[in-house]
């Protein structure tokens, strides 16, 4: 069960949503149609969330994200980890209404999983390992880089012939 369109990107685009109003609320500048400038923010979006992992506060810095007549503005935003968690709640909820659905469709329960390996860079979100501490409670094991490995190369041999009766 899943949601292929439930990804990194969403809860990229829930803090630039963010900073662009910010910014528009600093400013009274919109750059929401202005490609180059979001592109440069999602970058800087992207750095913040990860670093979110292990620290509690970040800023989001964009230098020179407009350029007025009177000279270039940067765009500047302290984003705490809280605020990252109020900001994608809703998507963190979907992932775990999502990942119910999927135990329920297999006739299980999460008392009855013996291990639960999470995959995705998402994973290392903290508000996404207490969604899952709650719903698993230690089950779960984090290795997202070696997961991906393994079923990389389980799928190569699924498609060179070598492994069979398996479907990832």
Known sequence: NG?????????????????????????GIGIRGNAT?????????ERAKIELSTVRLTTIHVPFIVIQPEGPLDLTVELTRVRYN???????ARSVAL???AIDDAGATPATLDD???VG???????VRVALRDLFGDKRRVAPDHV?????AVQAGVLDGTVKDMLL
């Open 37 to 45: 400038a979001l592109m440069r923010l999602r970058h800087e979006v």
């Open 99 to 101: 990942t119910r659905s």
């Open 3 to 27: 949601d292929t369109h439930l990804g990194g990107a969403d809860f990229d685009r829930e803090v630039v949503d963010y900073c662009v109003e910010e910014f528009r609320i600093a400013t």
């Open 148 to 152: 991906v490995a393994l079923g990389a």
């Open 121 to 127: 860079r998402a994973a290392t979100a903290p508000s």
């Open 116 to 118: 639960v390996i999470v």
């Open 86 to 92: 109020e900001l994608t709640h809703n998507l963190v």
